[in-house]
T-cell receptor, first 110, second 120 residues
């Protein structure tokens, strides 16, 4: 599975959009990009995934570059409850090992 | 649905003791996983299972054993507890589907609330 690189931490003002970047330059054609988040000491929570196209759901939007070597998770209106560690994961289809990296610790400030 | 249920939530063991961490899911998922998370670190995959009777090692399997006799249950066994096994343990199960348009399979993990284990 492709390795991902994320900044260790980011700040965001409450009510503003939070844009979390992820580099996955060695991604291959059949590997999905997934985002999970972990609030405090809870179990990680699925946010969104994508293969080639940009995706949006009730939680966030995922923007994948045309060459697929990087992506951005967008939380359109961050709240204090969005303070968490966000993990970007690249995993090939049909594989059964979801490997977590260190993630990005997002601090949403009032 | 209760989702993924882990028991116990907290446990303190003495060095050399053994114990089983329980994990059950009621979503009829075939795939199940055990992760550990040390303080301030990311999750490390210990073992996983793709169905009843089938298990395989993850990134950090040493010191642990698993079994999968039913679809619902995936217990994790520590035989000789060591201080290095002090961690938070998360169990997960996953749902997979074929992406519309892509034809490729994707997977969504559901996590339990964790078991905090201290070995002293």
């Amino acid at each position: 599975d492709a390795k991902t690189t994320q900044p260790p931490s980011m700040d965001c003002a409450e009510g503003r959009a939070a844009n979390l970047p992820c580099n996955h330059s060695t991604i291959s054609g059949n590997e999905y990009v997934y985002w999970y988040r972990q609030i405090h000491s809870q179990g990680p929570q699925y946010i969104i995934h994508g293969l080639k196209n940009n995706e949006t759901n009730e939680m966030a939007s995922l923007i994948i570059t045309e060459d697929r070597k990087s992506s951005t998770l967008i939380l359109p209106h961050a709240t204090l409850r969005d303070t968490a560690v966000y993990y970007c994961i690249v995993r090939h289809t049909g594989g059964f090992k979801t490997i977590f990296g260190a993630g990005t610790r997002l601090f949403v400030k009032a | 649905n209760a989702g993924v249920t882990q028991t116990p939530k907290f446990r303190i063991l003495k060095i050399g003791q053994s114990m089983t961490l329980q994990c059950a899911q009621d979503m009829n998922h075939n795939y199940m996983y055990w992760y550990r998370q040390d303080p301030g670190m990311g999750l490390k995959l210990i073992y996983y299972s793709v169905g009843a009777g089938i298990t395989d090692k993850g990134e950090v399997p040493n010191g642990y054993n698993v079994s999968r006799s039913t679809t619902e249950d995936f217990p994790l066994r520590l035989e000789l507890a060591a201080p290095s096994q002090t961690s938070v343990y998360f169990c997960a199960s996953s749902y997979s589907a074929i992406g519309t348009g892509s034809g490729e399979e994707w997977e969504k993990l559901f996590f339990g609330s964790g078991t905090q284990l201290s070995v002293l």
